[in-house]
């Protein structure tokens, strides 16, 4: 009897070992092939025919005066007197079924003429029916659609994670459809400058030439973003990539769809700052965070939620505030009518007040371009007005005549003149209105005296000639 039971403690383990084994086995075994086939090609296959490809092209004139002469243009074979055209190329997204796409300003701007592309090879001609400089974003028609398109439906990019795999979707130096994959790299890059709203996703998908206003998008085929810009040394990508979260695509979008031919967002009525270090530490904060108000418009949406010089904004409905490009994001994104809640320090203590999201007051801005011999010779100027500082983001200005643009290589454009400067006065007129300018620049002159306001600071130049 003594013999048996280690008998059967022997064969128990025997058992046991076995059972070990071949549960090892089976954990070991080699997978099936679908078991292996760990593949994109499913999100791929269902987004990739709402990108397009996009072709823009601008005619220009050869300024050369040896182009006026008809034998020298047929000698040398150009035609048309020396006009030349620039192409671009891009990418583009489907987000409406009617024909609707979104790409990038730079993508599109003085374009002629804009052709699409879709990715079984057929081409449509499009028209631009919004442009946002603010953000880059274009939104594209194609022209005499009669049919629905594929299009991708938009994420919360809000909810995107540093990690996330992602793909990116264009036409990289024209090769064609190009799909690439990669992480979320960072989230809420404000320190770009490449628009008014810095707020981007950082991604190491390989983006390139070509890829711009075409489309990042998460692994279940929702759109995240639109490829806008790359860093880069050479040209090519080197693993930093830029897209303009979704979010703010929506609004652009939605702003087409309601057939605005601009962009309306919210207006705060307050100039805000970045906090340094050193405020930071003035204020008792534990690192430079969060958006200083210094100055409140008068009868603004700010001044009438109680928000005061000196407050620092912390939060946009709960979404914390690091900087004031965060903010400018924050805001931006919200939809109009409603209120947001802006949690603000103010003193050392925390509060929130709810602000009205409405849009900045707008009067005419009647602009002209000056055609005249004068300084201004190429510029556009317009009416300051609420809407138009916001939109410039100018300081401490609501009123006067401002330059919206200048055409290159025009007079205005080599004397140095630029968008957002404020013209004070010209040869000692003061300058309210644009027709004022209009009026001080019809006649020419030996010597031109003009004051202007830049970021700030008053400038005084005279001219001769």
């Excluded at 206003?213 to 973003?225: C, E, K, N, P």
């Excluded at 009518?337 to 801005?365: E, N, Y």
């Excluded at 055609?371 to 401490?396: I, M, Y």
């Excluded at 003061?430 to 970021?455: E, Y």
Aim: hydrophobic share 45%; proline share 5%.
């Amino acid at each position: 009897m003594r013999l048996k039971r280690p008998l059967t403690v022997a064969v128990l383990a025997a058992i046991a070992l076995a059972g070990i084994a071949v549960a090892s086995a089976q954990q070991r075994q080699v997978p099936t092939a679908a078991d292996l086939r760990l593949s994109y090609a499913p999100v791929v296959q269902r987004v990739a025919p709402a990108v397009v490809n996009v072709y823009a092209a601008k005619v220009i004139q050869n300024r050369n005066p040896l182009f006026d002469d008809p034998i020298f243009r047929q000698f040398f074979g150009m035609q048309g007197g020396g006009r030349q055209v620039q192409r671009s190329l891009g990418s583009g997204v489907i987000v409406d079924p009617s024909g609707l796409i979104v790409t990038n300003v730079h993508v599109i701007e003085g374009a002629d003429e804009v052709k699409v592309a879709l990715a079984d090879k057929r081409e449509f001609e499009a028209e631009i029916v919004l442009k946002d400089k603010r953000s880059d974003l274009a939104v594209l028609r194609i022209k005499d659609a009669h049919e629905r398109f594929p299009v991708l439906e938009f994420a919360n990019s809000d909810a995107l994670e540093v990690g996330d795999v992602v793909l990116a979707i264009g036409d990289p130096f024209g090769v064609g459809q190009t799909v690439t994959h990669g992480i979320v790299s960072a989230l809420a890059r404000t320190q770009v400058g490449i628009t008014d709203y810095q707020f981007f996703i950082q991604t190491d998908a390989a983006i390139n030439p070509g890829n711009s206003g075409g489309a990042l998008v998460d692994l279940t085929g929702r759109l995240v973003g639109i490829n806008t810009a790359i860093f880069s040394r050479s040209g090519g990508s080197q693993g930093i990539g830029f897209a303009i979260p979704a979010n703010m695509v929506r609004v652009v979008v939605a702003s087409a769809k309601s057939g605005g031919a601009e962009v309306k967002r919210p207006w705060l009525g307050a100039k805000l700052q970045q906090v340094t270090a050193d405020i930071a530490d003035s204020m008792g904060l534990k690192r430079p965070a969060g958006a200083l108000v210094a100055s409140v418009t008068p009868g603004g949406p700010a001044e009438h939620a109680g928000i005061k010089a000196g407050d620092v904004i912390m939060s946009v409905d709960t979404q914390a505030v690091d900087d004031v490009n965060a903010f400018d994001y924050r805001f931006a994104t919200k939809p109009l009518g409603g209120t947001a809640t802006l949690g603000l320090l103010r003193g050392g203590h925390d509060l929130s007040v709810k602000v009205a999201l409405q849009i900045a007051p707008a009067t005419p801005r009647d602009e002209i371009t000056i055609r005249s011999r004068s300084p201004f010779s190429g510029a556009k100027v317009a009416n300051l007005s609420p809407a138009l500082a916001d939109e410039l983001q100018l300081q401490n200005a609501d009123e006067g005549v401002v330059v919206v643009d200048v055409d290159n290589g025009s007079y205005a454009s080599n004397l140095g003149f630029r968008r957002g400067d404020i013209i004070v006065s010209v040869n000692g007129e003061h300058i309210a209105k644009t027709h004022d300018l209009a009026r001080a620049t019809s006649s020419p002159n030996r010597s031109w005296q003009i004051v202007i306001r830049r970021g700030g600071q008053q400038i005084s130049a005279v001219f001769n000639g």
